[in-house]
């Protein structure tokens, strides 16, 4: 299948800079979205060392298949799978490591949502609530599961929209790059088929915009991906645009 993509960000309507980043590896099939957290810069560091780091594990792990990897691969999964898991894993031992080492970059962290299509097949790999969906056959679903505590706490209550709306501790994650020493990463196995476009994003699109939004925005774009992210981020800013904003679109086809 032909693979095309396209990805933009920005700052929102509210924010003085940008803590979001993201990276479009094509010769590796791998496309990264990551939101970070820390203000005075140090979430864009954090997501800027993210998405640099699993790309470089990928550049690294293809020039030399024989190179030492840093952690153990998973004998139970598939060799991209095993790729893409410790190419996060590492991404949060940096940041980690330089958030201890440098008082600057205390506290700071990222998100990270990330898609691979490899010979064994495509991987949808996350931690934090940044997002991957898939829109096929006029429907949008959302792959990936919030690592928020709105989402654990939806797990056991049952929340009006108006209760999550004004959920007081909407914005907290329980789980992302950075926080600690080790992570745990989710990985969605997913099959891409003609016709499928896979988006990542922030959650200042999410957050912001409505899957039904998402889904609209997507089909009035068409065959422009460019102008679809786009027109993504200016639903999310025109709805108040809080965060930034950050997505990328890979659309399959024959």
Known sequence: MKIRYAGSTHVGMKRSHNE??????????????????????????????AVETLANF?????????????????????????????????????????????????????????????????FLGHVGDSRGYVIREGRIQQVTEDHSLLNDYLKVHKLTAEEIEHFPHKNVIVRALGMK???????????????????LCSDGLSGMVTDEQILEAVQEGGSDLEKTCQSLIARANAAGGVDNVTCVLVEFSD
């Open 20 to 49: 979001d980043n993201f990276f479009l590896l094509a010769e590796e099939n791998l496309y990264i979205v990551a939101d970070g957290m820390g203000g005075h810069a140090s979430g864009e560091v954090a997501s800027q060392i």
């Open 58 to 122: 990928f550049i690294d792990t293809s020039r030399d298949r024989e190179i030492t990897w840093p952690y153990k691969e998973d004998r139970g999964v598939s060799y991209d799978e095993n790729r893409l898991i410790t190419g996060v894993k590492l991404a949060n031992r940096r940041v980690y490591e330089t958030a201890q080492s440098d008082a600057r970059y205390r506290g700071m962290g990222t998100t990270i949502v990330s898609l691979v299509c490899g010979s064994s097949g495509a």
């Open 181 to 199: 020493e080790t992570v745990a990463v989710d990985v969605h196995r997913v099959d891409p088929k003609p016709g499928e476009i896979y988006l």
